[in-house]
């Protein structure tokens, strides 16, 4: 993430308001949004209902970042910004509560035209329509995570890109920032403490993406203005923490178990070194007999060669 990045989400989040009116309705500015993302007809069949204005919306803003320099060779920072987009999409599909998706690729096949692409990409643009079809089939695993989760995840991208936004309009004194920082840190702690951050988990690895992006942000502050030394840093990995808090609430059972193992040692170890003793002594007194019955059977024949 960049502000070039952020610059382009913000114009979306100015044609597309992410919250509803007192009567639970979406705020698109209509004629915005025709004219900007439904080629100035909103009387298109596929342009008509809230739904269709978001795809619409989410459409341009792929075609707007992958045709600018965004999407280069660095394909961890690529897929970053491919969960954003696609958090953009679910956070906003799922605004009103009726409107609960369970699966990407059906909520977009209803946008697929008779060429096999989307409604709202010109036949031409096959490029765009391998990058929307690949984005849902490799990204759908974002639509089982559960709504309050991507609210929360949808809050850190804002708020991360309303910093960036904001240091590009006013850079006199970034301590503005420290109170925003601290807002997202306190986002962030609640979903690095959730359950759903395993190991090898989409969770986890969303987390580790605004992780880095966030301390982008920091270097990226730093460069710009004075203040930034007081933005808060995030807290360590939950992984961490877990290892602290097992080590440190050790059940009892293990706690007596880890203090009678050494005892019981401690006493083993003599008697069984006392009982190998004995056995050895046991096996060198055989081994002396063994040589002794020896000795004298040689000199038994030795003396019947004589006598012969």
């Given at each position: 993430m960049?502000?070039q990045?952020?610059?382009?989400?913000e114009v979306?989040?100015?044609d597309f308001?992410?919250?509803?009116?007192?009567g639970?309705k979406y705020?698109?500015n209509?004629n915005e949004?025709?004219e900007?993302?439904?080629n100035n007809n909103?009387?298109?069949i596929?342009?008509?209902t809230?739904?269709d204005?978001?795809?619409?919306?989410?459409?341009?803003?792929?075609k707007t970042?992958y045709g600018?320099?965004?999407?280069?060779?660095d394909?961890p920072n690529?897929?970053?910004?491919?969960?954003?987009i696609?958090i953009w999409?679910?956070y906003m599909?799922?605004?009103?509560?009726?409107?609960?998706?369970s699966n990407?690729?059906?909520t977009c096949?209803?946008?697929?035209n008779e060429?096999?692409?989307?409604?709202?990409?010109s036949?031409?643009?096959?490029d765009?329509?391998?990058?929307?079809?690949?984005?849902?089939?490799?990204?759908?695993?974002l639509?089982?995570?559960?709504?309050?989760?991507?609210s929360?995840?949808?809050?850190?991208l804002?708020?991360l890109?309303?910093m960036y936004?904001?240091?590009?309009?006013?850079?006199?004194n970034?301590?503005q920032?420290?109170?925003k920082?601290?807002?997202f840190v306190?986002?962030?702690?609640?979903l690095n403490?959730?359950s759903?951050?395993?190991?090898?988990?989409s969770?986890r690895?969303?987390?580790?993406?605004?992780?880095?992006?966030?301390?982008n942000f920091?270097?990226y502050?730093?460069?710009k203005c004075n203040?930034?030394?007081?933005?808060?840093?995030l807290?360590?990995?939950?992984?961490t923490?877990v290892?602290?808090?097992?080590s440190?609430?050790?059940?009892?059972g293990?706690?007596?178990?880890?203090?009678?193992?050494?005892a019981l040692?401690?006493?083993?170890?003599?008697?069984?070194l006392?009982i190998?003793?004995?056995?050895s002594?046991?096996?060198?007194?055989?081994?002396?007999?063994r040589?002794?019955?020896?000795?004298?059977?040689?000199?038994?024949k030795?003396?019947?060669?004589l006598n012969?």
């Amino acid at each position: 993430m960049d502000d070039q990045l952020c610059k382009i989400f913000e114009v979306i989040w100015k044609d597309f308001p992410d919250t509803l009116d007192s009567g639970g309705k979406y705020q698109f500015n209509d004629n915005e949004v025709c004219e900007t993302y439904c080629n100035n007809n909103c009387e298109n069949i596929y342009c008509k209902t809230d739904n269709d204005k978001i795809m619409a919306g989410w459409i341009s803003l792929i075609k707007t970042i992958y045709g600018s320099d965004l999407i280069k060779n660095d394909v961890p920072n690529n897929m970053n910004i491919n969960e954003y987009i696609i958090i953009w999409l679910i956070y906003m599909l799922n605004l009103k509560g009726s409107n609960t998706i369970s699966n990407l690729n059906e909520t977009c096949n209803g946008y697929i035209n008779e060429h096999g692409g989307h409604s709202l990409v010109s036949t031409i643009d096959k490029d765009y329509n391998d990058i929307i079809k690949n984005l849902i089939n490799n990204k759908n695993y974002l639509v089982d995570m559960d709504k309050n989760i991507i609210s929360k995840f949808y809050s850190l991208l804002k708020s991360l890109c309303s910093m960036y936004n904001d240091i590009n309009k006013d850079t006199a004194n970034c301590t503005q920032f420290l109170q925003k920082g601290k807002e997202f840190v306190g986002i962030f702690e609640k979903l690095n403490n959730d359950s759903n951050n395993t190991e090898g988990s989409s969770h986890r690895a969303l987390l580790s993406s605004l992780s880095t992006d966030y301390d982008n942000f920091k270097k990226y502050c730093n460069e710009k203005c004075n203040g930034c030394s007081s933005i808060p840093p995030l807290p360590a990995t939950r992984r961490t923490q877990v290892s602290a808090h097992i080590s440190e609430n050790t059940s009892p059972g293990s706690s007596i178990a880890s203090k009678l193992i050494p005892a019981l040692l401690i006493f083993a170890i003599p008697i069984f070194l006392g009982i190998a003793y004995k056995y050895s002594l046991f096996e060198f007194d055989k081994r002396l007999q063994r040589q002794y019955i020896r000795e004298k059977i040689k000199k038994i024949k030795n003396k019947m060669k004589l006598n012969i």
